[in-house]
Structures are given as structure tokens and as C-alpha cells.
């Protein structure tokens, strides 16, 4: 299972090492690879429809699409908390823009008026690079997790 254990080790750090959807940090032995689209609504196996996610939320996910995951799991300054994560991963080139974009699709309606502009100094803070031990907190932002 050599190959397997190399999707996890790439999307582990894909997400520096932090459940995509909640924010928690996550271990390498832990994490589970999620479907972003579920096998069973017809997602495929590749790289760009896994994400690293923990326990807790592949549970939560499991055939639920993604729509639904994100409407009845989060809120919207969880939505946008997410959205943030996402595409912080995308601009520094951790992530690709096609998975970001599978994985948020919905932005442009969450940016109104209470969006709240002391989020982009929390991720100006974050220092670059993977959590050292795979657990340790790189961001204040992913300690707000569900
Ligand atoms: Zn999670």
C-alpha cells in the first residue's frame, strides 16, 4: 500500500497538517482522505477529489455531497473561515486552484457586508512552512474548529 500512504503524506501536507474542513490539526496517522465529491454521487478516485480531513468530519461528511456537508455543519462565519483556509492553501501554491475551487465554489455570496477583515491579519501571521510535528498550531484560525 505504498502509493496510498503517498496520497496521504501529499494531502496531509497539502493542508499543512489540518483538517481542510474544520481547521483542527490532524496527524499524519489519523487524517483520512475524504472524497470531496463521495464515490457513491459518482466522485472518482484521483488526487484533486481527496482532501485531508480528520475523523471526526469524514464521519460527519460521509455520502453527503459537499453542498450539504457545508450547509448543515457550518455557519456562515464557519463558511467563510473555511473559504479563507482554502484559498490561503491555493495562493501559496500548497494546493491547487482547481481543488480549491471544487472545494469552494460558493464564495461569492458569503463576502458581504459583516465579513470580517481580522481574518486576513490572522493568516498574515501565520508563519510559512508544515507544523514541524504535525500537530502543532501554525495559525490562530484553526483553532476555531466545530
Ligand atoms: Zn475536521
Redesign the pocket.
Known sequence: MKREKNIRERLWEEATGH??????P?SLEEMEADHIVPLCLGGDNDYENKVC??????A?KAGQSLEEFLRDNMGKTKRKRFSNRINHLAEQGKMSWEKAERLDPYTEDLFDEDWNEDWDDVWDEEPNGLPSNGIRISGEIFLE??
Do not use: A, E, Q
Not at 483538517?19 to 483542527?24: D, E, L, P, R, T
Not at 480531513?53 to 469524514?58: E, G, I, T, V
Open positions: 483538517c481542510i474542513y474544520c481547521g483542527k490532524v480531513s480528520c475523523p471526526r468530519c469524514n460527519r474548529f466545530l
